[in-house]
Nanobody, 115 residues
Framework: QMQPVESGGGLVQPGDSLTLSCVAS????????MGWYRQAPGKQRELVAR???????HYPDSVKGRFTISRDNAKNTVYLQMNSLKPEDTAVYYC?????????WGQGTQVTVSS
């Protein structure tokens, strides 16, 4: 089924870290560039990290230096290591291919950063 399953979210304090995981089944998973997206209440969904099939990462300035994306093609899994979390990182986090959205959106995983 072409729907990723995200996990690893939670409630953390500012400055804490979290690692998210996404399992995305697809025979050609290793050939897809994959991305982590987030959607905060009242805001549009945005791309926060992208990794190419050759493991080259890309980040927007808002998370650069704090977030690290990685992948394990043998496990059809994409990870997002998030450090120095800020309240503005609070959102539901999703994964999908990028830039073409080849998967249905999963349920996402909630990340809440609050003191």
């Amino acid at each position: 089924q072409m729907q990723p399953v995200e996990s690893g979210g939670g409630l953390v304090q500012p400055g804490d870290s979290l690692t998210l995981s996404c399992v995305a089944s697809a025979r050609l998973f290793s050939t897809y560039a994959m991305g982590w997206y987030r959607q905060a209440p009242g805001k549009q969904r945005e791309l926060v990290a992208r990794i190419t099939p050759t493991n080259i990462p890309h980040y927007p300035d808002s998370v650069k230096g704090r977030f690290t994306i990685s992948r394990d093609n043998a496990k059809n899994t994409v990870y997002l290591q998030m450090n120095s979390l800020k309240p503005e990182d609070t959102a539901v986090y999703y994964c999908n291919s990028s830039p073409s959205l080849l998967y249905y959106w999963g349920q996402g995983t909630q990340v809440t950063v609050s003191s």
